[in-house]
């Protein structure tokens, strides 16, 4: 790990350390040449993984282009930015359970709608609307009552 400061090619890890939630690790290095302190974060990273679009396109799986499209259906809504990341976290666990090469964007979307109604329902029915294309105002009714039949599960929100 190059030094953010000399940009010496060599530090050391003084201390490690596994986040809550069991999906990162936080390191604090040492750089050999400057003694600067720094922190890295290490995160299992999903490869291989192709993304098959509506059209047949294909794409590489991008956790980026997934966070924004859940930041944005979270837009003005109340949540931590750890809670955030253990959904992205459980969302890319399931997406690797499928122990799949290629994935059709439409399951990616159902599975990122199913962590969704769980973790926020505004932020569901939002993603929800963009990704299923509702058409009229029935059918967002007609989600929107599915919604509010389902059981009620709390979460953690940000004070």
């Known amino acids: 790990m190059h030094c ?10 003084v201390d490690s350390r596994l986040s809550p939630d069991g999906t990162s690790t936080r390191r604090r290095r040492e750089c050999d040449h400057c003694e600067y302190r720094f922190s890295t974060l290490e995160e299992v990273e999903l490869l291989d993984v192709t993304v098959v679009k509506r059209d047949g396109r294909r794409e590489t799986y991008s956790r980026e282009k997934m966070e924004r499209g859940l930041k944005k259906s979270l837009e003005k809504r109340s949540y931590t930015e750890a809670d955030f990341r ?4 459980e969302i890319e666990r399931e997406i690797q359970r499928h122990k799949a090469s290629e994935l059709r964007s439409s399951d990616v979307g159902e599975m990122v709608m199913n962590r969704l109604k769980v973790f926020d329902k505004v932020a569901y029915i939002r993603f929800a609307s963009v ?22 599960k709390k979460r953690r929100r940000k004070s």
């Open 4 to 13: 953010p400061v000399c940009n010496h090619p060599e530090s050391r890890v």
């Open 86 to 89: 253990t959904l992205v976290h």
């Open 131 to 152: 990704y299923r294309s509702f058409e009229d105002v029935k059918t967002f009714h007609d989600e929107l009552a599915g919604l509010l039949k389902s059981p009620r």
